[in-house]
Every structure is written in C-alpha cells, then in structure tokens.
C-alpha cells in the first residue's frame, strides 16, 4: 500500500501486508464417547474438528441437546452432559474456524437406559408322565421391547446361565 498526501507527497517504502481469504467450512469429524445405548444419566463427549487454515486447538464449538437452545462457542473439546432423562437423545454439534466459517451440524444420537428390566416367571408346568418342568419366562423394560431382553437363570442354586434370549427352561 503507498501513501499520498494531499500535496502529492507519495511514501518512499510501500506498506506490505498478507492476508487469507478462507471461505471453506471446518468440519465436525467425530464425537468420541459412549454410544448406542448406554446406562450412565452422565457422559462426556470429545469432539474431534479440523479445517484447512485453522489448527484443531483454535476450532470453537457449538452444540445444542434434543433441539433445546444452544451454547455459547467455545473453544473446549469436550462435553459434559449431566441428569440425561431415560431416552434417545440427539446432540448437534458445529464448528467455527478463525475466519468465522461454521460448519454444518454433525448429528450424535445415543440413548439412555438408566432402568433395569422387570423379570417375571409367567407359567410353571410340570409333565407328570415325563417328570420334567416346563417354567416360561417374560420381562419388561421402559424402552427395551420385551421381546429383545436376554434371560438368565438358575435351578437349585446352581451356577447362573449366560443371557439368552431364551424364555423357556426344561
């Protein structure tokens, strides 16, 4: 850049500056942490960024939980959500580079189970002719359908089975 006053005057050395047009959006890679179905009402989530100009520690983030309203950007990588109700859950996260590009929402769903299933004996037959017992077996669960728990049972005080989706014992 020259100088020129309003008599002509024109600066001898011409000021030099660089600068970087960055119009390319950063990018949401991945959250690390639990995922699928998960039994902690607790969980911290790490996200993973990059860009093309601006290093993964400039990146800030912003995120918002089940469409609520969102955060503040901020340079952490990682967060922390707390007191999760029992049930799927969607967390959007975006980036923003330093030129102030934002990037298009990465979309996260987990879901929470904080709720043990309630097992439940629903029929005991015994064959008389052949001395064997028949015992059926069935559960609830507050999201789990009933037809996907896994059993686990004992006769006699013997060592417990593995789970299966059994639900019937000879």
Do not use: C
């Not at 949401?28 to 093309?52: R, Y």
């Not at 043990?116 to 789990?144: E, Q, R």
């Amino acid at each position: 850049v020259w100088d020129m006053d309003l008599v002509g005057n024109i600066s001898k050395v011409p000021a030099v500056g660089r600068f970087i047009i960055d119009t390319v959006k950063p990018a949401v890679l991945e959250l690390g942490g639990p995922s699928g179905w998960i039994s902690a009402s607790t969980i911290t989530l790490t996200i993973d960024g990059a860009d093309n100009i601006t290093p993964p520690d400039k990146l800030k983030y912003v995120w918002t939980l089940d469409g609520d309203s969102s955060t503040a950007f901020t340079q952490t990588g990682s967060i922390l959500l707390k007191s999760l109700s029992d049930g799927t859950h969607v967390i959007d996260v975006m980036a923003k580079d330093l030129a102030g590009n934002i990037s298009t929402p990465y979309i996260y769903k987990f879901t929470v189970d904080t709720i043990p299933p309630a097992a439940k004996i629903v029929n005991i037959y015994h064959d008389m002719k052949s001395g064997l017992t028949n015992i059926s077996v069935g559960g609830f669960d507050n999201l789990t359908p009933s037809s996907l728990l896994l059993y686990s049972y004992r006769v006699d005080w013997a060592q417990w089975k593995g789970f299966s989706d059994r639900k019937s014992v000879v």
